[in-house]
């Protein structure tokens, strides 16, 4: 109903469990890889659990589809049922034919127990994956366990998988089921989704159904988290309600209160919960009743002045007026010498003026013009104000003049090329985008001047480049200007998403890993050769290698890869993509490279070249 309305193609959260809309979290990762481990092994039993709505079937249908060659699978969605329907289900499913109304279990195992050596005897393998395992009866699983006694002197037949809710772990540790599990050889819990994690999977959802903007604000993610305790399913539903609200009020995001209205129509208030909240509100009310008397009480005795800070003029503000009839006198200290020096020294420390640029034909840049406040007669204290800035539009955030920037610090020339987007026409440049979600390490990590994408109050979007790191500040690029801020003022409106550029190898695949062979493998093994002599172990002298030769990714070039992986904190899967390409033109010491973070010598300053 509301998918029109948001520009969706389709329902992005409906409860089906549609492969396309899987999110990967961390755990969905290692639960498929635990249910792909099973079907290649040979022999006993894959145990899967996870509690209600945590994706479990979803993940199912996602193994289906990636089913390797050679594996045949049968796949039972109601295991409550008898042994001798379970068994007469799998017979169904693998299509193996039996005499029509049969009873009897020795008639169909005996027929299985044929076309299993026929699979076998082709150099196939068959899977049994059941689903709600935990509706299995004590004697059905026995049965199952005696399924696994189809075999050769030198091969199980079946290998089965198991999936269902936590109380599967408790039925399999019965005494009477010790024999089965003794068979078990991989479990894992897939639990719920953690808060970044539901943000991600809320976006993913959206973002594959077609949306083209956020329609969930920043604490409506959170709200949303807290509200569903992080079950896919039950953010599905809620997140489901919610849009359809906001399209029924004819609103173009979902905010809190209608996204706890939706919970509510969903899941029904919890006992004592309007209670609860009363008592909260009621508790926080009283804290800042307190904190209020107690600050009047510290600076009763003066008040101190507002200054106005623009282009570096100082002005006193205009007190406010007096209510008529009222006899109130606000005294108005001066600003003593020491603070109007004090004030304009902290703010000149934050602003980093911008070398000359020749794009657009612009000369050197301005600085921000900023309204700050003093926070006491004795600090002098100065704060940007980013979100007002941001709400001026004073500064260019358009993507455009973003991307300017960037190509500017690569000491490249951003081409104009209508039709094709910034990531396009750096690819015509010689240049490759990378865009993740991440935090201030991430970008440390990555060593890169970085888009930013800011979100302000009204949910603007807004692209400022970062373009120099040096402890907690940031130095951010508006176009036209430039500002240093601390972490702690930008992360308000900065959910973590990034593009950077970076300088790709000379080859078309972006991917190599164990297998590969060819010109690709030899530059990798030169990277490697030389990272490796640049960067001492054990800090002494720095090490030789003889140069790696052979055009082979093998075993020992995997384990080199996973080393330099783990020494740039990057996945250490022994596979080599953007990221580590981009620690791997890092650690070639490449001075045209731009950097966002580097590390001072000799008690020298942060500079942002090499």
Sequence with gaps: MYTAYFGLTENPFSLTPDPRFLFMSQRHREALAHLLFGIGERGGFVLLTGEVGTGKTTLCRSLLEQIPQGVEAALVLNPKQTAIELVASLCDELKVSYPPGTNSLKVLIDRLNLHLLEIHAKGRRTVLIIDEAQNLSTDVLEQVRLLTNLETSTRKLLQILLIGQPELQTMMARPELRQLGQRITARYHLAPLMLNETAAYIQ????????????????????????????????????????????????????????????????????????????????????????????????????????????????????????????????????????RAALPEKL??????????????EGSRSQISQEVSEKGADTGRASIMLGEFLKTGKGKTDIDTAFETLF??????????????????????????????????????????????????????????????????????????????????????????????????????????????????????????????????????????????????DEKLRMRVMEFQRTH?????????????????????NSSIPLLYSQPQNGERHVIYP
Aim: with cysteine.
């Design 348 to 361: 000149e420390g934050s602003m980093v003026p911008e070398r000359p640029r020749e794009v657009g034909g």
């Design 204 to 339: 993913h959802r959206l973002e594959v159904a077609g949306c083209k903007r956020r329609l969930f604000t920043r604490g409506t993610l959170r709200l949303a988290h807290r509200l569903s305790g992080g079950v896919p399913r039950l953010i599905n539903t809620i997140c489901d309600r919610a849009l359809l609200g906001a399209y029924a009020k004819q609103r173009e995001s979902v905010g809190s209160r209608l996204l706890r209205k939706a919970a509510s129509e969903v899941m029904g208030p919890g006992p004592l919960s309007r209670t609860r909240r009363l008592f909260g509100w009621a508790i926080a009310l009283a804290v800042c009743l307190l904190l209020w008397a107690g600050w009047q009480f510290l600076l009763a005795p003066m008040v101190p002045e507002q200054v106005l800070v623009t282009e570096g003029k100082l002005a006193k503000s205009a007190p406010p007026a007096t209510p008529a009839g009222g006899n109130l006198k606000l005294h108005t200290p001066e600003v003593n010498t020491r603070q």
């Design 408 to 553: 500017d610090r690569w000491q490249a020339r951003y081409p104009v090329l209508p039709g094709m987007t910034a990531c396009e026409r750096a690819a015509k440049a010689g240049l490759r985008c990378f865009s993740g979600k991440g935090n201030w390490t991430t970008l440390r990590h990555l060593n890169r001047p970085a888009i930013l994408e800011l979100i302000d109050a009204h949910q603007g979007r807004h692209f400022v480049p970062a373009v120099q790191m040096e402890d907690r500040n940031i130095t951010l690029d508006f176009g036209n200007r430039q500002a240093t801020l601390d972490r702690a003022e930008i992360e308000p409106f900065w959910f973590g998403d990034f593009t950077l550029l970076w300088k790709p190898p000379p080859f078309r695949s972006f991917i190599l890993k164990k297998g590969d062979t060819g010109p690709e493998v030899l530059w990798l093994k030169a990277r490697l050769d030389h990272a490796e002599g640049v960067h001492s172990s054990d800090g002494g002298e720095a090490r030789t290698k003889a140069p790696s030769s052979g055009p082979l990714f």
């Design 569 to 589: 904190f990057i996945k250490a899967d022994g596979i080599v993509g953007e990221q580590t390409l981009i620690q791997l033109n890092k650690a070639t010491a």
